[in-house]
């Protein structure tokens, strides 16, 4: 049981790389995205097959914007907000976003 992040290579076991606080859980995601980009392109170098899962936290915290995204749509609301954040992701991971550095 963690109350972080955890990251794992085959056959060893599991290690908490970062804690989730209150403070940072609604970046989680960022941080997730972040993290995952560094990994892939750093195996992109490398002749060996890999695996990666990647799982987002957003869809289980909806009220939780980044901080990017806190109070920027007209209707005030920390919902709608968290709304935007997950579909501005969702987009730069598949690279439809002009923003993303990846493609």
Do not use: W
């Amino acid at each position: 049981m963690t109350n972080g992040t955890v990251e794992a290579k085959a056959r060893k076991p599991a290690r908490e790389v970062a804690k989730v606080t209150n403070d940072s859980i609604a970046e989680i995601d960022v941080m997730t995205t972040k993290a995952s980009l560094e990994y892939l392109e750093k195996f992109a170098k490398e002749d060996t097959p890999f695996l990666m899962s990647i799982n987002f936290a957003k869809n289980h915290q909806p009220n939780l914007p980044a901080d990017g995204y806190k109070m920027k749509l007209p209707a005030k609301s920390k919902y709608a907000d968290c709304f935007v954040d997950a579909g501005r992701r969702h987009r730069q991971d598949r690279g439809d976003d002009p923003g993303t550095r990846h493609r």
